[in-house]
């Protein structure tokens, strides 16, 4: 069965620690990975896509890998705009399976 | 935001109802689908469509209808709203670009009393 599991399911930050957010997959034939931010009250925005295991992709703080069985999303000295749900979801077929997301905080 | 535009926004309803949300598009995408978003499930698919009158169930979709009668506008219906269907709603178009994302417009929360 296809499925995505995203950990921590929280995570709370100083302003300027950095960490990572993780993403494990099981799906038969990856058509692509794909990570989202969602602010609360509003729609999921798209941040990257990675295709294939080795591929690394990065936008402002945010640094997107991917490996077989598993995407990392590294988050360099965060600042407090930062904060919001992050998703994870693998392409099977035509459709997006998502995790439930990991919520971070990054205080002042 | 891809031109993604949900109506209701908001809407609360009684037990036994039938509801009807609309998504519309300007940009002429293909594919268009309908998600439900709830604490600790996280976004699943309900139904989604590939054309104008092709549709194809999602992992959720008992209780649910849609139809898609021109390329703008998917409409999800509720034919006999119940309380487990209280949720945000949102619906999303694939971009057809490079990295074949999808965009979400603005969700519907729907309570059903």
């Known amino acids: 069965e296809d499925q995505v599991t995203q950990s921590p399911e929280a995570l709370r930050l100083q302003e300027g620690e950095s960490s990572s957010l993780n993403c494990s997959y099981t799906?038969?034939?990856?058509?692509?990975l794909f990570w989202y931010r969602q602010d609360p009250g509003k729609g999921p925005e798209f941040l990257f896509t990675?295709?294939?295991a080795g591929e690394e992709k990065e936008k402002e703080r945010l640094k997107a890998t991917l490996t077989k069985k598993e995407s990392f999303l590294h988050i360099t000295a965060p600042k407090p705009e930062d904060s919001a749900t992050y998703l994870c979801?693998?392409?099977?077929?035509?459709?997006?399976?998502f995790g439930q997301g990991t919520e971070l905080s990054v205080k002042p | 935001d891809a031109g993604i535009t949900q109506s209701p926004r908001h809407k609360v309803t009684e037990t036994g109802t039938p509801v009807t949300l609309r998504c519309h598009q300007t940009?002429?995408?293909?594919?268009m689908y309908w998600y439900r978003q709830d604490p600790g499930h996280g976004l699943r698919l309900i139904h989604y469509?590939?054309?104008?009158?092709?549709?194809d169930k999602g992992e959720v979709s008992d209780g649910y209808s849609v139809s898609r009668s021109k390329t703008e506008d998917f409409l999800l219906t509720l034919e006999s709203a119940t309380s487990s269907q209280t949720s945000v709603y949102f619906c999303?178009?694939?971009?057809?670009?490079?990295?074949?994302?999808?965009?979400f417009g603005p969700g519907t929360r729907l309570t059903v009393l």
């Open positions: 799906v038969s034939g990856l058509r692509g």
């Open positions: 469509s590939y054309g104008v009158k092709d549709t």
């Open positions: 979801a693998v392409q099977a077929g035509g459709k997006l399976i």
């Open positions: 999303a178009i694939v971009s057809g670009g490079v990295d074949n994302e999808q965009f």
């Open positions: 990675l295709y294939s």
């Open positions: 940009e002429n995408h293909r594919y």
